[in-house]
């Protein structure tokens, strides 16, 4: 009699609990999915952050060691474009600007790249573009020829 009086008040209490798990689950849900959204919005800016670095470095770097201002301006495009590229980065959202400071022996030329990040593909996120940039100067060697420039 006893036994059965256990079995009668545990089911008594796993009836009063039914709906504690999906109240639990409605609230934990949504938390949850804010956090994985947002790493994986964190995660794709610092890649697209990344990215920008590594084509301003390399705009920067083609400018400098090019052999007249004019092919250093077209390289730096191209290879900043390329960088972009190899990224996965849409040519679209990127903005390279480019500042060859006279190009003089031992002057300083600057490559400044922008690029805006969509996450309209996440939810609760679709209003929000995030713009990251990247400056990279690089200075002109001084005791570099200048003979391939007149040929």
């Not at 990344?50 to 092919?71: F, Y």
């Not at 972009?84 to 060859?100: C, F, P, Q, S, V």
């Amino acid at each position: 009699m006893a036994r059965k009086r256990r079995l009668s008040e545990a089911n008594h209490r796993l009836r009063e609990e039914s709906g504690q798990a999906l109240v639990e689950a409605a609230l934990a849900i949504p938390v949850l999915l804010v956090l994985v959204f947002g790493v994986v919005a964190v995660g794709r800016v610092t890649e697209a952050k990344i990215a920008v670095q590594a084509a301003a470095r390399e705009s920067g770097r083609s400018l400098a060691v090019a052999s007249s201002e004019e092919h250093g301006v077209a390289d730096a495009l191209a290879a900043a474009e390329a960088v972009a590229a190899g990224y996965g980065l849409d040519a679209d959202r990127l903005t390279i600007e480019l500042e060859a400071g006279g190009f003089a022996r031992g002057g300083t030329v600057t490559s400044e790249v922008r690029y805006s990040v969509s996450l309209s593909d996440f939810p609760l996120l679709n209003f929000l573009d995030v713009d990251v940039s990247a400056s990279h100067s690089e200075r002109i060697d001084i005791y570099r020829s200048r003979e391939v420039a007149a040929q």
